[in-house]
């Protein structure tokens, strides 16, 4: 097994204050590093039962532990420091951290791919360590808990923007009393895109894919409406394409002038935009353009997807039945 110092480079806190905090979710190629640390993860996950199970208990456990690696993570980060009765909880992630990278250099042929992953880990785990005590009361992990926008976040900033047109005042704030119940669906779909996993999200749809065209005694038509049934489920995908182009021009405008870096996650936004009014038209510009906002500023994001789907099924139908 290859042998690494996990103690190098540590995150200090600067003259200034700042704390340099690094999130293995937030490295640039973390999308190409994630089926490695998706496979640790799941290693740890099945060696921590005494005897062996099956295996859906230990995918149900890899996920459970992906999603909260992830989610306190991004809480400590944004809070960049730690609660006196978050310390037991923050070790703990720490201790998880640590396990993934012992399975993770459980080999003699390390590359330079994984010494990239395995650099990630470790500085985030060294940013947990290095965490600066905070005084009061934190909020502990609840697997639970629904997920939240974290306000003025990139998700946050969009998703006030798309849900306008559902605001019962239009100047006040994005919380469920001020938001119709179509508004607040919208709030969830959105939600729930800001925390998908879009690469299982397009496993599951080819996995459902092909469950279809293995299954026997279907006729033609029976056969292109569930298909088209299965490509409809899944034609929201195209928000992973839409957000991703949206916060990539995002990027441009704000780095290096405007800020540092800006993590899709944890950067906040809100008080950039206070002091530059013009910015927030201008990103709201960008988001504008590729959520295709029409001039009452409902989006249509799907619109010509949905449209082709059922089209070219229709022509099927009519074709090869």
């Not at 690494?4 to 204050?17: K, P």
């Not at 969009?158 to 179509?182: C, F, S």
């Not at 950067?267 to 590729?290: F, Y």
């Amino acid at each position: 097994m290859a042998k690494f110092n996990f103690t190098l480079n540590a995150a200090r806190m600067d003259a200034s204050g700042h704390y340099d905090f690094q999130n293995v979710f937030e490295f640039p190629d973390f999308i190409e590093m994630r089926p490695t640390l998706r496979a640790a993860v799941r290693t740890v996950a099945r060696e921590a039962f005494d005897q062996p199970v099956l295996p859906v208990k230990v995918e149900r456990m890899t996920t459970s532990l992906e999603e909260q690696l992830e989610r306190e993570t991004r809480k400590y980060e944004r809070q960049v420091g730690v609660y006196d009765n978050q310390k037991s909880e923050r070790n703990q992630l720490v201790r998880l951290f640590t396990q993934v990278l012992q399975v993770i250099s459980r080999t003699d042929e390390i590359t330079e791919e994984l010494e990239d992953i395995i650099y990630a880990v470790n500085q985030t785990r060294l940013s947990l360590i290095g965490l600066p005590a905070l005084e009061g009361t934190g909020e502990l992990y609840d697997a639970d808990c629904d997920r939240e926008l974290i306000a003025g976040t990139y998700y946050y900033f969009v998703t006030h923007l798309l849900v306008r047109p559902y605001l019962r005042d239009i100047r006040g704030d994005l919380v469920p009393e001020n938001v119709t119940a179509a508004g607040r669906h919208l709030v969830v779909r959105m939600t729930t895109y800001a925390y998908r996993d879009w690469d299982a999200y397009l496993v599951h749809e080819y996995d459902e894919q092909h469950l279809i065209k293995n299954e026997k005694g279907l006729t033609n038509a029976a056969y292109y409406d569930k298909l088209e049934a299965a490509e409809l489920k899944y034609a929201d995908h195209i928000y992973a394409e839409v957000l991703a182009d949206t916060y990539q021009e995002f990027v441009k405008v704000l780095v290096p002038n405007q800020l540092e870096r800006f993590e899709i996650m944890s950067s906040d936004l809100r008080p950039l935009l206070a002091k530059n009014p013009g910015l927030r038209i201008r990103l709201a510009a960008i988001v504008n353009r590729h959520f295709k906002l029409d001039q009452d500023g409902y989006e249509h994001v799907m619109d010509a997807s949905l449209q082709e789907i059922k089209q070219k099924y229709q022509f099927y139908r009519e074709n090869f039945s």
